[in-house]
Structures are given as structure tokens and as C-alpha cells.
């Protein structure tokens, strides 16, 4: 029986993506050179960061008019460099504080604008688009389309809301379709469904760039990346291409609808094993539930803390819940096979027949 990692991120890959990164670690694309040691300018590199932006544009059907960055310093570097890229002459932005990763962003937004908290959620749910109440003076409005540490997910998408709307859509772009054409800016750190850690993927409409604050630094400048095709330095290259490989595997199981279907299939199964059970609960109400992140407690804290000993025992590993939220958390992000969540289950029961 192997282990099974129901990470948070960075995550899970899949054993074939693993083949062939292993492959181009030695030799990438036939180039007799591995992929640590190819020039960002070098014609492989240019055609697997090529290969990534379309499999990228076909996958989410991103309308013309948006430009695909691929950069770093993951989602908390760019809580920062948001205002700095888009604030233009405005002095304010509008957040929706659905949560942890939420409050994160105002956080760092706090330094460059004011902020108007257009909503606030709690552990049991996220405000949807019907409760945000936007200023038009602010220069966007952010959201965060999956709570990672609640688990706690939104399930409708906002119509026109008067300002750019842009998410931090890190634990969840890749895993189903996206309306692209109503944000302003999506971005994702790859380490959590798009693979290794280090790439940051920023998709922008053009009308948005041309805002920066003057001393933003070109590398983190979305306008100068836009400009420079993402090579206004080195780019994260082997991330880069972890993330085209994952994508084509996306792409082969199907496309995002494909993986949407698959993902709910893994949290259903774990969700109806908490609701069949009196020893295992949820604070998330079923109609904000995220698809990606099962987050549930036992009967007390010491039970919570057995459970993960055992579980890691049986080889479910990274099963313990966010540090600021505690009990347990299950990650189910694209790569985590149906039969994890199987595993998972079974000795869920088996730990409740003995514990319970
Ligand atoms: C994981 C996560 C982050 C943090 O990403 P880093 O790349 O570690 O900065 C931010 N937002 C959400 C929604 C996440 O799930």
C-alpha cells in the first residue's frame, strides 16, 4: 500500500506528468540539454512557453483582448503587486473578505489604498456576488473564488459589477470552466493544480495594463511582462514547464468540464461519508462547500489529533487542516486520484467503529 498525499500544495502530480518531467530533467524535447539548463531565449524554451500560454487560452477559452503572464513570487508576492500594477489614480479597492487567504490580500493591500470590505463571510459560508456591495470609486474589486483554509468555495459567478473584477483563483483555476470574459485579472500560483512551486499565472485584460504605479520593479511590472512576453527576466523555466505538461494532461482527461466532473466525484464521496456520520462534521454549509478543500473536525481537538497520527500511519499523509483553523483538511486538487479519496473513506469508517 503506497502513501497517498492530500497536500495543500504544493500538491500532488500526476505519475505520467512525473515521467516526463523526469524525462526533461535529462534531456528536454530531444535539445540534448535538461530543462535546469536551457536558456530562457533558446527555441525549446520559447515553444514550451508558447505551448503553455495556448493550452492555457484553449482550455479556459480566453476571449482576445487578455494577455497571459507567466511570473513569480506565488499569489502572496502579487496581494501586493495588485495595487501597485492597478490602483492607476485611484486611492481605494474593494474586497470581499471571504476568508483567510481574503484577508491576506486586504492585508497587503492596506499598505498602497484604503479598502472597502464590499462583504464579509464566515466559517460557514461565502458572501456571493448578490451580497457585494461595491464602490464605483474603487479601482477593482477582489475576491478569492476558493477559501483554501475554510474550504469554502463560490459556485455563482458575478454578472457585470461596475468596476474590474479580479480573483485570486490559485487553489481552483484548472479545475473547472471559467467565465474569463467578466474579469478583469485572474491569477494562480501553479504549486496547487498547474504543478511545481516558483510560477505565478497573471491573465489580464488589456485595458487594465498601462496603471502601474511608477516604482513597481519590471519583472513584477504586468504592463513591462505583457510588453516582454514574460521575459523581462528569467522566467521560473522549470515550472514553466511542469505547468505545460500538466496542462496537456488536462487538456487529455478531457478539458475543465471533464475536470470538474472528476473533482466533484472525490468530494462528494468524502462529503456524504461526513453527512452519513454523527462523529465526523463540517462547519461549511453544503451550498458553499468547495470542491477542492474537505475540511472537517472530529468530536474534540485530541480525537482530531489521533486521527491524523493513524491516518499517516495507513499512509494518508497532509491530511492536517490549515495551522490558523485546525482539524482536518483534505486537498483534492486535479491530480488526486479517486482511489485517495476512496482509501480516505474507508478508514474514516474504520476509525469511527474503533474511536467513535
Ligand atoms: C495557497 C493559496 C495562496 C498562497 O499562495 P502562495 O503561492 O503560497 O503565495 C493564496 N491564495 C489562495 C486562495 C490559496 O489557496
Not at 52 to 77: N, T
Not at 100 to 111: D, F, N, Q, T, V
Not at 172 to 192: C, H, M, N, W
Not at 193 to 198: D, P
Amino acid at each position: 500500500m503506497g502513501t497517498l498525499s492530500f497536500a495543500s500544495g504544493p500538491s500532488l502530480l500526476p505519475p505520467e506528468v512525473l515521467d516526463l518531467v523526469a524525462h526533461d530533467i535529462k534531456d528536454c524535447r530531444g535539445s540534448g540539454r535538461s530543462v535546469l539548463a536551457l536558456p530562457f531565449t533558446s527555441v525549446e524554451f520559447t515553444s514550451i512557453l508558447h505551448g503553455a500560454e495556448q493550452s492555457i487560452r484553449q482550455l479556459l477559452q480566453i476571449p482576445d483582448g487578455y494577455h497571459v503572464l507567466f511570473m513569480q513570487g506565488g499569489a502572496s508576492s502579487h496581494f501586493s503587486l495588485l495595487p501597485m500594477n492597478l490602483l492607476g489614480n485611484r486611492l481605494q479597492a474593494d474586497y470581499v473578505e471571504s476568508g483567510l487567504w481574503a484577508r491576506r490580500a486586504i492585508a497587503a493591500a492596506k499598505s498602497w489604498c484604503a479598502v472597502n470590505v464590499s462583504a464579509r463571510g464566515d466559517r460557514s459560508a461565502m458572501p456571493g456576488p448578490g451580497e457585494w456591495i461595491i464602490s464605483r470609486q474603487s479601482a477593482y474589486c477582489h475576491i478569492t473564488t476558493n477559501e483554501t483554509a475554510e474550504g469554502l468555495q463560490l459556485h455563482d459567478w458575478p454578472q457585470e459589477i461596475g468596476v474590474p473584477l479580479v480573483a485570486d483563483m490559485t487553489a481552483d483555476l484548472f479545475t473547472r470552466p471559467v467565465p474569463i470574459e467578466r474579469f478583469g485579472l485572474v491569477y494562480a500560483s501553479a504549486q496547487k493544480n498547474l504543478g511545481a512551486a516558483g510560477l505565478t499565472v497573471v491573465i489580464i485584460r488589456e485595458d487594465l495594463l498601462d496603471r502601474a504605479h511608477k516604482g513597481t520593479p519590471p519583472p513584477l511590472n504586468y504592463t513591462r511582462q505583457a510588453a516582454a512576453g514574460s521575459k523581462v527576466n528569467t522566467p521560473p523555466t522549470m515550472a514553466v514547464a511542469v505547468a505545460a505538461h500538466m496542462l496537456s494532461w488536462v487538456a487529455r482527461q478531457g478539458g475543465l468540464a471533464a475536470m470538474e466532473a472528476r473533482n466533484w466525484r472525490k468530494s462528494e464521496m468524502l462529503y456524504a461519508a461526513i453527512a452519513r456520520s454523527r462523529f465526523y462534521s463540517c462547519a461549511a454549509a453544503p451550498q458553499h462547500r468547495s470542491m477542492l478543500n474537505v475540511c472537517f473536525h472530529l468530536p474534540s481537538k485530541e480525537l482530531d489529533q489521533l486521527f491524523l497520527h493513524e491516518a499517516e500511519s495507513h499512509g494518508l499523509l497532509d491530511l492536517c487542516g490549515h495551522v490558523e483553523i485546525g482539524g482536518i483538511r483534505a486537498s483534492l486538487y486535479n491530480a488526486v486520484p479517486q482511489e485517495a479519496v476512496e482509501r480516505l473513506v474507508a478508514f474514516m469508517a474504520d476509525f469511527e467503529t474503533r474511536r467513535g
